[in-house]
């Protein structure tokens, strides 16, 4: 059965850090480009960061710099290193399995892409 599993969220001061992880149950993850998405209160959901199965990363610019995505796919785990987290980055964080990184942030998404459950990330003094 396929399943993400998420972890790693929390409670953290601005300008710390976290790392998510999702275990993806019942993939074979090489085969899969890998993402994280979000949603803020009141805000729509946005694309984070997209990593291809060669590797290739992307980021959205407000995550470039500060966000790290990676994968390992021995360990069927997609990682997601936020550093430097601002207020702003509040948010409920959800890993995906199943996208296509080529193209914009709009057409990351397939009908089959696969959501993890969410892992809140509140950052707050």
């Known amino acids: 059965q396929k399943q993400l599993v998420e972890s790693g969220g929390g409670l953290v001061q601005p300008g710390g850090s976290m790392r998510l992880s999702c275990i993806a149950h019942?993939?074979?993850?090489?085969?899969?480009?890998l993402g994280w998405f979000r949603q803020a209160p009141g805000k729509e959901r946005e694309a984070v960061s997209c990593?291809?199965?060669?590797?290739?990363?992307t980021y959205l610019d407000f995550a470039e710099g500060r966000f790290t995505i990676s994968r390992d796919n021995a360990k069927s785990t997609v990682y997601l290193q936020m550093d430097n987290l601002k207020t702003e980055d509040t948010a409920v964080y959800y890993c995906?399995?199943?996208?296509?990184?080529?193209?914009?942030?709009?057409?990351?998404?397939?009908?089959?892409?696969?959501w993890g459950q969410g892992a809140q990330v509140t950052v707050s003094s």
């Open positions: 990593i291809n199965s060669l590797a290739t990363t």
């Open positions: 995906v399995v199943n996208i296509d990184c080529t193209g914009p942030p709009s057409t990351w998404l397939a009908p089959d892409t696969f």
């Open positions: 019942g993939f074979t993850l090489a085969y899969y480009s």
